[in-house]
């Protein structure tokens, strides 16, 4: 697979870059009237990145949106995935309903894993292909609620897999599975904090790292990195 472009500078710029880039990736298919099928996390990412997406003047009929993961709680929950998006991003931008794909968490955990996969297999074939994923990065080097160590980040078979005993709160969760995130048409990182440097560092150094967030960047085609400074302490050595 080619290198990931690995990209530094402060919030702002991130912001800036990151909504540059989707901009990008969803012109020809919005211009097509084809879906533009995209994966979206929570986290700092949405306080810092969807003010910045949502101001992008595209038409929001033409993108479909889903989840990477989801916590098991309401969607009016504040720990909720899809609260963030729809505060700082779908409202604000006026995104229609019926292109958000809720992964619904607060109910039997398995029931709403089978649906999920149905509804991506609808929209996205099979094997599941999304346009576009963003991602957050855990000091643990976790994406979506793929946790280091845990049977699910080893998954290669599932789609959507249940998460009983995240080690970070709250435990239970739903999360799209390594190959659905690998396989999307464009993967974009963003880090933030000097709490995320050393397993930034090791994904971008050791080519046998098992860490998920290493495990995406070797396997996706198209990888964007999107660092402040102090996440990006120690790159420019370790590569």
């Known amino acids: 697979m080619p290198a990931p472009e690995v990209r530094i500078g402060d919030a702002a710029f991130i912001a800036g870059a990151l909504a540059t880039d989707f901009a990008n990736e969803a012109h020809a298919p919005i211009v097509a009237r084809q879906h533009f099928r995209i994966a979206i996390p929570g986290g700092s990412i949405a306080d810092t990145c969807f003010p910045a997406l949502a101001k992008l003047p595209l038409d929001w009929n033409e993108l479909e949106f ?20 729809k505060e700082r991003w779908f409202d604000p931008a006026g995104v229609p309903p019926a292109r958000t794909h809720r992964m619904i968490a607060e109910r039997d955990l398995d029931e709403s894993a089978r649906s999920y996969i149905g509804m991506l297999i609808r929209w996205c074939g099979l094997p599941v292909k999304l346009d576009y994923a963003l991602l957050g990065v855990g000091p643990d080097g976790h994406v979506a609620s793929l946790f280091p160590g845990r049977p699910n980040a080893a998954n290669e078979q599932a789609i959507v897999l249940v998460e009983h005993e995240s080690p970070k709160p709250p435990a239970e969760r739903l999360t799209l599975a390594m190959p659905v995130l690998a ?37 996706a085609a198209r990888v964007l990195v999107l660092l402040d400074n102090e996440a990006a302490t120690g790159v420019n050595s370790s590569r």
């Not at 048409?185 to 709490?195: E, P, S, Y």
């Open 66 to 85: 889903f989840w990477t993961d989801e916590r098991a709680v309401p969607p009016e929950h504040e720990d909720s995935n899809y609260r963030a998006a």
């Open 183 to 219: 396989n999307a048409g464009r993967v974009a990182i963003v880090a933030m904090g000097a709490a995320k440097a050393p397993v930034i560092a090791e994904a971008l150094s050791q080519h046998d790292s098992s860490l998920p967030v290493a495990r995406v960047l070797r396997r």
